[in-house]
């Protein structure tokens, strides 16, 4: 009898697995990136712990946006910084300026949740 459920059960689960997958589909090499850039911004941790903590932030942005969202949001808080004429753009546009807003808070929060400390 329990054989039988087997084969009703193995798609549900392969179906499940691709969902969770979709949900979270950024490319490898920009979950290596944000999860480099976390450890840097947080130096004096133990660096297997925050990797865990910076992959667990990331995998809580990832549920909270689409990639191309993230790609924009992250892009134009980092441009933020961006000294003289060239940052201007970014700074002076107030829908970026929103966009940005929100990423960082959602940054934060997701930080928070995976228990990342204020960067040194």
Do not use: W
């Amino acid at each position: 009898m329990k054989k039988a459920l087997l084969p009703l059960c193995f798609p549900a689960l392969l179906l499940a697995g691709q969902s969770a997958a979709r949900a979270n589909d950024f490319p490898t090499v920009d979950r290596v990136l944000y999860v480099q850039e976390c450890i840097a911004a947080h130096p004096g941790v133990g660096r297997f712990e925050m990797t865990n903590k910076c992959a667990c932030a990331l995998d809580a942005l990832a549920k909270e946006l689409k990639y191309e969202e993230y790609v924009a949001l992250s892009t134009a808080s980092k441009a933020s910084s961006i000294g003289g004429e060239r940052g201007s753009y970014i700074r002076d546009a107030a829908q970026l300026q929103a966009g940005i807003k929100r990423y960082r808070a959602l940054q934060a929060r997701t930080e928070k949740a995976c228990f990342i400390g204020a960067p040194h």
